[in-house]
C-alpha cells in the first residue's frame, strides 16, 4: 500500500513538474515586462486560489491584524500571491535579471561593511526573508563583482528541485542544500572568506519561538550561530518591489550586533517586521509561518 502510494506521489510530482516547467517555459518566451505581470497576474487569479496559497495568506493575515478589515487582507493577500508569481518568474530569467540589476544602486551602511569584508577576507553572511525577491539583490551584488553562495530548503518535488537549483546557481555563486553534506559546503566557503545567503523567516521544526509581528514563530538561529562560530558579519539586506512592479530598492542594513544567537535573530525579526508593516503585500504570507497559533497562550516562548 506505501508503495502505492509513494508510486502516486512520484507520478504527480512528475505531473506537476511537466505542467510548471511548461508553464514557465511559456512565459520565458515573452518579453521580460509581459512575463513578470502575466506571471503575476496567473498566481492572484488563478494559481493561488487554486493551490490553497491566497487562502493561507487570509488565514495567516487574520490571524496577525484580526482588527484588520476583510478587503484590506483580501487586498494584501492578492498583492503577496502577485508578487510571488512575478519572484517565480524573475529568478527563471536569470540573463534578464542580471541585466536589469546591474549598476542599480545599493543603498546601506552594510555595502561599505560588505566591502571592507571582503577587502580584508571576513567571511559575510547575508540574511533576508521572503520579501520582495531577494534574488534581485543577489543579483545586483554579482554585477558588483561577489560570488554569493546560499543554503537552500530541497523542494518536496524532487524533479522541480533539480532545475530550481540550477536557476539559483546561474545567480553566480554555490549553493547548498540543507542537511549534513550541504552544510559541510557552506562552511568551508564561509571560512574561506566568502559571502553567502541565508533565509531566516520560514518555520523550522524545534526551533526556539522568537516574536514575529507580535506572535510567536518557531525562528532558526543558525544564521546568528554561524556568525558567531566564525567571526562572520551578519548582514541583513532587502530587495523591496517598487511601483512599476518591475524594478527594486537594494539594501544592505548595518551588520547586527554581535549578542546571543536569539538576541541576533530577534533583531532580524523586528528588522523584517517593520518592513512587513509598511508594505505588506510584498512578504509571502503564503507560508505556513505560524504552525501553531496557541503557542502565546501556552507561554510557549523559546
Not at 24 to 37: D, K, Q
Not at 69 to 97: M, V
Not at 157 to 162: R, T
Not at 245 to 260: H, M, W, Y
Request: charged content about 20%; glycine content about 10%.
Amino acid at each position: 500500500m506505501s508503495r502505492d502510494r509513494s508510486r502516486a506521489q512520484i507520478a504527480v510530482d512528475y505531473a506537476t513538474n511537466l505542467a510548471l516547467r511548461g508553464l514557465i517555459g511559456l512565459s520565458l518566451a515573452l518579453p521580460y515586462r509581459m512575463r513578470v505581470v502575466g506571471m503575476g497576474w496567473l498566481m492572484r487569479r488563478v494559481i493561488g486560489p487554486m493551490a490553497g496559497y491566497r487562502a493561507r495568506a487570509l488565514a495567516n493575515l487574520a490571524f496577525i491584524w484580526p482588527e484588520m478589515p476583510e478587503a484590506e487582507r483580501r487586498r494584501i493577500a492578492d498583492a503577496a500571491c502577485d508578487n510571488a508569481g512575478r519572484a517565480l518568474i524573475e529568478n527563471y530569467s536569470t540573463r534578464d535579471l542580471m541585466r536589469r540589476m546591474e549598476g542599480v544602486e545599493i543603498r546601506g551602511p552594510g555595502l561599505a561593511a560588505l566591502e571592507a569584508a571582503r577587502d580584508t577576507g571576513r567571511p559575510v553572511i547575508l540574511v533576508s526573508g521572503h520579501f520582495g525577491n531577494y534574488e534581485a539583490a543577489r543579483a545586483a551584488l554579482v554585477g558588483r563583482g561577489y560570488h554569493i553562495g546560499g543554503l537552500y530548503r530541497p523542494m518536496r518535488n524532487g524533479f522541480f528541485n533539480e532545475h530550481y537549483v540550477r536557476t539559483m546557481e546561474a545567480f553566480g555563486g554555490p549553493v547548498f542544500p540543507q542537511g549534513t553534506r550541504g552544510t559541510a559546503g557552506f562552511v568551508r566557503h564561509l571560512k574561506a572568506g566568502g559571502q553567502l545567503v541565508l533565509l531566516f523567516d520560514q518555520n523550522v521544526v524545534a526551533a526556539p519561538f522568537l516574536d514575529f509581528l507580535g506572535e510567536p514563530a518557531a525562528t532558526a538561529t543558525s544564521a546568528a550561530e554561524l556568525a558567531l562560530r566564525y567571526d562572520a558579519l551578519l548582514i541583513p539586506f532587502f530587495a523591496t518591489r517598487k511601483s512599476d512592479g518591475i524594478s527594486f530598492d537594494i539594501e544592505l542594513e548595518a551588520p547586527v550586533p554581535c549578542g546571543s544567537p536569539k538576541e541576533m535573530t530577534q533583531h532580524l525579526n523586528d528588522g523584517l517586521a517593520a518592513r512587513v508593516q509598511r508594505d505588506p503585500g510584498q512578504w509571502f504570507w503564503i507560508h505556513r509561518r505560524w504552525k501553531h497559533p496557541n503557542h502565546r497562550a501556552a507561554g510557549n516562548w523559546g
